[in-house]
Every structure is written in structure tokens, then in C-alpha cells.
């Protein structure tokens, strides 16, 4: 069994930066993929990143270039360093693990409880 818990987030102006870090703990390390999610007030939920077990990352279009996901295995934490922060990246930002089949990431059940992450203009 694997909890996840992320943080990191708060309120920050358009420009600035944040880290988030989602730490696993229970029995069992991150194993698979792991993937941030994000939900944008009144929005759908989108996939941000993305990363592999041996470090193969995917980025969606609207981050690429100011968001870097990346993981330590022997700490059991995957993170996401958000550079120059737009209002349009507000919202609530989720760890997940899981696999992928063929190109699609298909996270598991259990993720972490959510972090907050503010930008204001």
C-alpha cells in the first residue's frame, strides 16, 4: 500500500515560482510513472507532466518550457519546479502514479490530497 501526499503550493505573483513535491510513503516506493494533474477553478482536470520510471517526461503544450518534473527514487518523491507562473496555471494540483499503456498514462486510484497553487496578475 503507497500514500501519496503533495505540497508546495501557495500564492505567488504572475512570474514567480514554485516547487511542489509529492512524497509516497507506506510499504511500497513509486514503482511506476508518476503524473501531476491539475484542476483550474471551474475547469477540467488536465494532465501536466508526466514521468517514467527510468526518467522519460512529457510535458502538456501549456507548460513546456517553464515546468520541470522530475523524481528521486531513493527518497520517494517525484517534484514539479513551476517557473514563471501565469494566472492560467492556478488551481489544484495532484500526484498520481501509475503505468502507462503504450502512450496513455492511466494513473491509479489513490492520489494525493491536493495542493493549491494560487498566481495572481
Known amino acids: 500500500q503507497v500514500q501519496l501526499a503533495d505540497s508546495g503550493g501557495g500564492l505567488v505573483q504572475a512570474g514567480e515560482s514554485l516547487t511542489l513535491s509529492c512524497g509516497a510513503s507506506?510499504?511500497?516506493?513509486?514503482?511506476?510513472?508518476a503524473g501531476w494533474y491539475r484542476q483550474p477553478p471551474g475547469k477540467q482536470r488536465e494532465l501536466v507532466a508526466t514521468?517514467?520510471?527510468?526518467?522519460?517526461?512529457n510535458y502538456a503544450d501549456s507548460v513546456k518550457g517553464r515546468f520541470t518534473i522530475s523524481r528521486d527514487n531513493a527518497k520517494k518523491t517525484v517534484y514539479l519546479q513551476m517557473n514563471s507562473l501565469k494566472p492560467d496555471d492556478t488551481g489544484l494540483y495532484y500526484c498520481?502514479?501509475?503505468?502507462?499503456?503504450?502512450?496513455?498514462?492511466?494513473?491509479?486510484?489513490?492520489w494525493g490530497q491536493g495542493t493549491q497553487v494560487t498566481v495572481s496578475s
Open positions: 498520481t502514479t501509475g503505468p502507462f499503456f503504450g502512450k496513455t498514462y492511466v494513473p491509479n486510484s489513490t
Open positions: 507506506g510499504t511500497a516506493s513509486i514503482i511506476n510513472a
Open positions: 514521468i517514467s520510471v527510468d526518467g522519460v517526461i
